[in-house]
């Protein structure tokens, strides 16, 4: 066993040879952010106190995604890409410290719960104190009481960022997920504890290219969040949603997305079902990835940004797809889900 000791929540931790930091972190009820879970993001980047060769090489994706955050690869480390191999002391986590210059830890109340279909929702909430100012893409960390700790879960923000007293989140309750049940539980004037706002899964704010989002179930939130953002802003681009969901029973924001095409003629969103029933449906039937290989030629591909949400292997499919069609790896961003 080797002994893991976590500065800022004043903790230690017995941890196995061999075992995963991200599961260290989640049994000892540390307060280390963690996202993607795959070393993209850099949200659990934290600083190695004592013990950096207990943690063995980096790699060259952990050294670009800590340098491309602003952070030193010599004193930070991503937690979710490191095996514990004797011990270690660990300090601040970077973005627990950069949002504490935020919003920070704070409480806040259900103002509104929307069911979208049987098993999604969305939630709005009232900040309690404070405001929240985040960048469309970004996610919050919801502390979630549980039966002996306190479970963090992370949800990305689906609502325009100009409202800085709330903000909305689209959840779907799994089977066995005791935090999205919880969290799906929640009604008006139920409280609970939420940090952030985190993630680098954000608009490229001075870009003037043609924009594709590409979303498979609650992966649209986030886009969602940039969509509103863009189509609030003076410009002509062309905005084109692939929204790739599996029935009819699992459709939601198809309203919304109407009304939000008829406003704004430069919209273009088109909804895909993977498994519907044999009638019923009269749109098209396929994966989300099949609208990229039908309808993105590679001229649009050469003059297009992507963005990507959803479960890995439709983003890691979609990515190697856009490339293939031209559109250069540094125009694609994503955030997996799952």
Known sequence: MHRIT???????????????LYDVCEAAGASVPFACKAGACGTCATKVVHGEKSLGAQKDREIRTLESNGLDPT???????????????????????????????????IEEYRPLTLTVCEQRFAIKSGEIKFTPGQYMIFHVPGIDKIIRRSYSISSHPSDSKHFEICVRAVSGGFCSNFIHRLRPGDCIQVEGPYGHFRLAETSQRD????????????????????????????????????????????NLLSEMRDTHPRFEPTIILSQPDPVGWPGLRGRVTDLIREQVTPEEASRTEAYLCGGRAMIEDAKKLLQQKGMSPEHIRHENFF
């Not at 976590?6 to 995963?20: H, I, K, L, S, V």
């Not at 970077?94 to 210059?101: D, E, F, G, I, V």
């Open 75 to 109: 004193q930070y480390r991503l937690l979710c890409m490191a095996d514990v191999h004797g011990p270690l002391t660990l300090g601040a986590s970077a973005h627990t410290q950069k949002a504490k210059a935020s919003l920070g830890l704070c409480q806040v109340r």
């Open 211 to 254: 924009v594709l989002m590409i979303a498979t179930g609650t992966g649209i939130s986030p886009i969602k969040s940039m969509i509103l953002s863009l189509l609030d802003q003076p410009d002509t681009r062309r905005i084109r949603l692939f929204f790739g969901l599996r029935n009819v029973s699992d459709l939601f924001y198809t």
């Open 6 to 20: 976590f500065q800022q929540d004043e903790m230690t931790y017995d941890a196995e040879e061999g075992q995963w």
